[in-house]
Nanobody, 115 residues
Framework: QVQLVESGGGLVQAGGSLRLSCAASGSIFSIWTMGWYRQAPGKQRELVATITPGGITNYVDSVKGRFTISRDNAKNTVYLQMNSLKLEDTSVYYC?????????WGQGTQVTVSS
């Protein structure tokens, strides 16, 4: 079984930065592809970024150049560094991985960007 726990959300000013963390438990974290999603009220959950076991990353266009996903396999942790935050980045952010046919999600961490 996979357990994911996010942390690092909060209230920040537009233009500021936050770093989200996702601590994973389970077997063989180093071979899992990890992702960050976000969901605002009334909106579909949106894929923000992914990182493969080999460190290949992908980002939704709206965050390219501002967000960076990374991982530390020794700590079983994936990060999302968010810079130059905008009001529209306000969402609950979720950590995700897929094991077999099952999607695993953390509880989410709230990110609110204020003017």
């Amino acid at each position: 079984q996979v357990q994911l726990v996010e942390s690092g959300g909060g209230l920040v000013q537009a233009g500021g930065s936050l770093r989200l963390s996702c601590a994973a438990s389970g077997s063989i974290f180093s071979i899992w592809t990890m992702g960050w999603y976000r969901q605002a009220p009334g909106k579909q959950r949106e894929l923000v970024a992914t990182i493969t076991p080999g460190g290949i990353t992908n980002y939704v266009d709206s965050v390219k150049g501002r967000f960076t996903i990374s991982r530390d396999n020794a700590k079983n942790t994936v990060y999302l560094q968010m810079n130059s935050l905008k009001l529209e980045d306000t969402s609950v952010y979720y950590c995700n991985t897929i094991r077999g046919s099952t999607n695993y999600w953390g509880q989410g961490t709230q990110v609110t960007v204020s003017s």
